[in-house]
């Protein structure tokens, strides 16, 4: 079982984490990012399915900054347009910190040192989002700590989002984005560690041009499509469960690859 926990980012901002830990031995740190609705229980059975694989994991709370103990239920219509208005008022940048905390969080419970670059994420200035400018550390420095690490990402939603944002800015050994639909305004800079992306073929908040456009850009990256819709992890509609456990196997594979 999952508790929650109080995680620190580098400017000081305190924010809740759900957390948990295998029962037996640790194969490494994962980061999860949470979709539109927060902390929800579908995202919490997320952290604490990882930990049963063997991972010390660790959801952040990226609502924190605006509302704490943010967990909707995506069947309800005022939770969506909730969770709608929340996502829209999330800074990048702030939301790169409190991931970096996470990432700290996790190097600590995995009984690892951290290296340089955990909680200061930025180095030099070369990209923007949505008009936020972001720091990011070079991709040598990010990549070394990275292995020192051995803490990976993985997102769903705008976590999708987010997981692309950490490969490209953070110390991860491995990034995993699920439907991030901000992933192809962001192709630049190149992600400093192994990324691998989920879709679905039927998304309406992600066209497939969209997805042909980053498989354009990055066409050794492995990038999977899948029969179904948006959300298609959490299991909500007819054929989710088939598509949900590939990419369940596939991600497994690329973090036991990647992280441990």
């Known amino acids: 079982m999952g508790t929650m926990i109080e995680l620190v980012a ?60 943010v967990a909707l239920d995506h069947h309800d219509p005022q939770s969506l347009a909730q969770g709608r208005q929340l996502r ?5 940048p702030k939301v790169l910190l409190d991931v970096g905390a996470a990432i700290d969080q996790l190097v600590h419970s995995v009984g690892q040192s951290p290296g340089e670059g955990v909680d200061q994420i930025s180095v030099q200035t070369s990209g ?7 720091e990011r ?64 073929d039927h ?17 050794d990256m492995p990038i999977h499509v899948y029969p179904v819709g948006h959300g298609f992890d959490g299991v909500r509609a007819p054929g989710d469960q088939a598509a949900a456990q590939s990419a369940l196997d596939r991600t497994l594979s690329f973090l036991h690859e990647h992280v441990g």
């Open 10 to 69: 580098a400017d000081g901002h305190h924010l809740q984490g759900w957390h948990a830990l295998p029962a037996g031995n640790v194969r490494g740190g994962l980061v999860v990012v949470q979709e539109a609705f927060g902390l929800s229980a579908y995202v919490r059975s997320v952290v604490e399915r990882f930990a049963a694989l063997g991972y010390a994991t660790t959801a952040p709370a990226l609502y924190d900054r605006q509302q704490s103990g």
């Open 88 to 92: 829209a008022g999330l800074i990048w």
């Open 128 to 134: 923007q989002t949505s008009g936020q400018s972001l």
């Open 137 to 200: 550390p070079s991709a040598a420095r990010a990549h070394q700590t990275a292995r020192a690490m051995r803490v990976g990402i993985v997102g769903y939603c705008v976590g999708g989002s987010v997981a692309w944002l950490a490969a490209q800015s953070l110390s991860v050994s491995a990034a995993v984005a699920y439907y991030g639909r901000d992933i192809v305004d962001w192709l630049e800079p190149a992600p400093v560690c192994p990324t691998m992306l989920h879709f679905g």
């Open 203 to 219: 998304d309406p908040l992600i066209p497939l041009a969209d997805v042909g456009r980053i498989k354009a850009r990055y066409p």
